[in-house]
């Protein structure tokens, strides 16, 4: 069957590489938090090359970082008794972070 090549971008870009190595799929409040923090993380490592780019970098700094030490420490808690594969996921996550 033919996959466009965006589908397969789509797809790629949705799950991180990592989770396909898991028994099961990650519940969907840690697949929205990964995606966020990855996205945080990225921003996080930016080098801020002139005022046009620290202003963007900050802004997405803001978006997708702020809360998320809070937001981590409860999916924590909320899946302290899960498989250890997603206890992993959440603990490979830096704390604190904010």
């Known amino acids: 069957m033919f996959r466009p090549a965006c589908a397969c971008i789509l797809l790629v870009g949705s799950v991180p590489a ?3 190595s898991l028994p099961a799929p990650l519940p969907a409040d840690i697949q929205t938090f990964v995606t966020e923090r990855e996205n945080c993380d990225h921003f ?4 801020p090359y002139d005022a046009e780019r620290r202003r963007e970098i900050e802004a997405a700094l803001d978006r997708y970082c702020r809360g998320t030490d809070a937001r981590l420490q409860g999916l924590r808690k909320k899946y302290r008794e899960a498989p250890a594969a997603i206890r992993d996921v959440l603990n ?3 704390y604190p972070i904010e």
């Open 92 to 94: 490979g996550f830096e």
């Open 18 to 20: 990592w989770a396909a």
């Open 44 to 47: 996080r490592g930016e080098e």
